[in-house]
Nanobody, 119 residues
Framework: QVQLVESGGGLVQPGGSLRLSCAAS????????MGWYRQAPGKQRELVAT???????NYADSVKGRFTIPRDNAKKTVSLQMSSLEPEDAAVYYC?????????????WGQGTQVTVSS
């Protein structure tokens, strides 16, 4: 069993910055991919930024140049550094991981953390 524990989130003014963090805990697993999705009210959950164990990183076009996804592979943590935040970035942000456990692939989600962008 793998758990994703998120921290960060909250209220920030437009143009401000915020950092989310996620730690994967458990035993006997390796990470194939890890990253962040978000879901705004009335909208589908969408990819924000992810990385793979092969080293590739993928960003949504709407966040390129504003968000980065620092990670610590050894500690199995990932962060989402958000800057130049816009009201459209307000959403519940979810940490997501695709892991390998004894040759089988599973995906896990964090509980979600609210990001509000408002003056």
């Amino acid at each position: 069993q793998v758990q994703l524990v998120e921290s960060g989130g909250g209220l920030v003014q437009p143009g401000g910055s915020l950092r989310l963090s996620c730690a994967a805990s458990g035993s006997g697993f390796s990470i194939n991919a890890m990253g962040w999705y978000r879901q705004a009210p009335g909208k589908q959950r969408e990819l924000v930024a992810t990385f793979t164990s092969g080293g590739s990183t993928n960003y949504a076009d709407s966040v390129k140049g504003r968000f980065t996804i620092p990670r610590d592979n050894a500690k199995k943590t990932v962060s989402l550094q958000m800057s130049s935040l816009e009201p459209e970035d307000a959403a519940v942000y979810y940490c997501h991981a695709i892991v390998n456990i004894r040759g089988l692939t599973y995906q896990y989600w964090g509980q979600g953390t609210q990001v509000t962008v408002s003056s």
